[in-house]
């Protein structure tokens, strides 16, 4: 809508989808980076059955939002349309369990050499946020080595839609791994 003051306001209704595109497309990558069709190479659920026959799943399996390869890292994200303020704003369960599935599988398909790391990218302003990463922990509080830790990352809107819109690819997030995943 236009107002007197020439400021035009829309809305969506389908924002995750224009955010987790926004970011693909804007987010710095490395000159390593080939573009790579990671989904194709990734596991997917396969059922044995009593035939002998081995179909795999209707769906297409891992389709990760967004993946960074460096020279020396693979940087899986997930792009997250809301602003995660606290734990109860957080990522579900769902949302852990996937991207750690994604690590898992990327795992399997990379050389052993190479560090893997899972990213939430959150919109937020200033590329600052409160929540800086995920992880499982037992009954004791201690950290389970054995399922991956998920960062928590920032990226300001108006930045990422500025450069989107200037068709730019030199967004970097406030998280200093995927920074120097980049470098």
Not at 73 to 81: P, Q, V
């Amino acid at each position: 809508e236009f107002g007197s003051s020439g400021l035009f306001v829309f809305g969506l209704t389908d924002f995750h989808s224009v955010w987790e595109a926004m970011l693909r497309e804007t987010l710095k990558r490395p000159p390593e980076d080939a573009g790579r069709n990671w989904t194709r190479e990734l596991p997917k659920p396969t059922y044995h059955l009593n035939d002998g026959s081995q179909p795999q799943a209707r769906l297409q399996g891992m389709i990760p939002d967004i993946i960074i390869e460096g020279r020396d890292r693979i940087t899986i994200i997930d792009a997250k349309y809301y602003a995660a303020t606290n734990a109860a704003t957080a990522p579900s369960w769902p949302d852990v369990a996937k991207q750690q599935f994604y690590e898992f599988g990327m795992r399997s398909v990379v050389e052993e050499t190479l560090d893997i790391e899972s990213i939430f990218v959150f919109p937020g302003q200033n590329s600052e946020g409160p929540l800086y990463s995920v992880a499982m922990h037992d009954l004791s509080g201690n950290k389970v080595a054995s399922f991956p830790e998920i960062r928590c990352a920032y990226a300001d809107v108006a930045t990422v839609l500025k450069a989107y819109i200037q068709r730019s690819s030199d967004v970097t997030v406030g998280f200093p791994l995927l920074a120097s995943a980049i470098e």
